[in-house]
T-cell receptor, first 111, second 115 residues
Framework: GENVEQHPSTLSVQEGDSAVIKCTYSDSASNYFPWYKQELGKRPQLIIDIRSNVGEKKDQRIAVTLNKTAKHFSLHITETQPEDSAVYFCAASPSGYALNFGKGTSLLVTP | GAVVSQHPSRVICKSGTSVKIECRSLDFQATTMFWYRQFPKQSLMLMATSNEGSKATYEQGVEKDKFLINHASLTLSTLTVTSAHPEDSSFYIC???????????FGPGTRLTVL
């Protein structure tokens, strides 16, 4: 089955700096890679996703890159703000199957 | 669009009792729903995949007789935790797969506390 590794487990940045979270996956059949933001006690919220036919996708301050050959994908948040503080999960999924989540990254943005 | 609700949001029960959690897709039909469990400060762990009109597929290590899943309609899946024990206390989250392949929408979760 799919195995998703996520690093780092915790990340602390100053407001305005960039944050990068990296994930690797094992199943070459995976073709969908979403990123979720989860605040304490709440549901995961999809913030951006990328499919295997695309190498990079950007949405305002958030971008995701995918390297299919190396089987890794990354989340980039620029100009971080305190409200970006949350736990971020990457996930990978072959078509039609359930999501396999990484262990999460607790991001803290300090003013 | 793509709203998923979950009920109840919070439940406290005594050890040995059963608890039913409902997951509904409010504005779309979901042939497939997924049930996850999340312990504090941990990731979401897939428990089972629920397909409308057929038996659920359970992940390794998840007892199907303890966690009963029913997906009787295209908008409703239920998870029943039978004979609950304190170690079953967790945050249970469902998700429903939308029309776009792979995209999943999560319910708000149910916090289960077993005393």
């Amino acid at each position: 089955g799919e195995n998703v590794e996520q690093h780092p487990s915790t990340l602390s940045v100053q407001e305005g700096d960039s944050a990068v979270i990296k994930c690797t996956y094992s199943d070459s059949a995976s073709n969908y890679f979403p990123w979720y933001k989860q605040e304490l006690g709440k549901r995961p919220q999809l913030i951006i996703d990328i499919r295997s036919n695309v190498g990079e996708k950007k949405d305002q301050r958030i971008a995701v890159t995918l390297n299919k050959t190396a089987k890794h994908f990354s989340l980039h948040i620029t100009e971080t703000q305190p409200e970006d503080s949350a736990v971020y999960f990457c996930a990978a999924s072959p078509s039609g199957y359930a999501l396999n989540f990484g262990k999460g990254t607790s991001l803290l943005v300090t003013p | 669009g793509a709203v998923v609700s979950q009920h109840p949001s919070r439940v406290i029960c005594k050890s040995g009792t059963s608890v039913k959690i409902e997951c509904r897709s409010l504005d779309f039909q979901a042939t497939t729903m997924f049930w996850y469990r999340q312990f504090p400060k941990q990731s979401l762990m897939l428990m089972a995949t629920s397909n409308e009109g057929s038996k659920a597929t359970y992940e390794q290590g998840v007892e199907k007789d303890k966690f009963l899943i029913n997906h009787a309609s295209l908008t409703l899946s239920t998870l029943t935790v039978t004979s609950a024990h304190p170690e079953d206390s967790s945050f249970y989250i469902c998700s429903a797969r939308g029309l776009v392949a792979n995209e999943q929408f999560f319910g708000p979760g149910t916090r289960l506390t077993v005393l």
